[in-house]
């Protein structure tokens, strides 16, 4: 686990599952970091438990599985996930 740090953010808690060859995974990322909001990252490519836990929050195996606080979110939508965290 991965986690960032920030300042100023979302009220509601950020986790993003994510796996190290994905692309739309290191572009939400970096949305997150450039708008200082912290969030709490899972590899699903090496912890398999985090893996299960996505799947059944979501139903599938895509990334990233983008959670903010009750809101789901699969796949990277930068316009849906700056409302979700209010930027």
Known sequence: ME???SSAGADKK???YTTATCGY???AKAFLNEHNISFEEYDV???MA???EMV???GQMG???ITVGDELMVGFDEKKLAELVGV
Do not use: H
Request: hydrophobic share 30%; with cysteine.
């Open 50 to 52: 985090k893996r299960e």
């Open 3 to 5: 986690e960032q740090s």
């Open 14 to 16: 950020v986790v993003i």
């Open 63 to 65: 990334v990233p599985v």
């Open 56 to 58: 059944e929050k979501s």
């Open 45 to 47: 490519g090496t912890d």
């Open 25 to 27: 995974c290191k572009a």
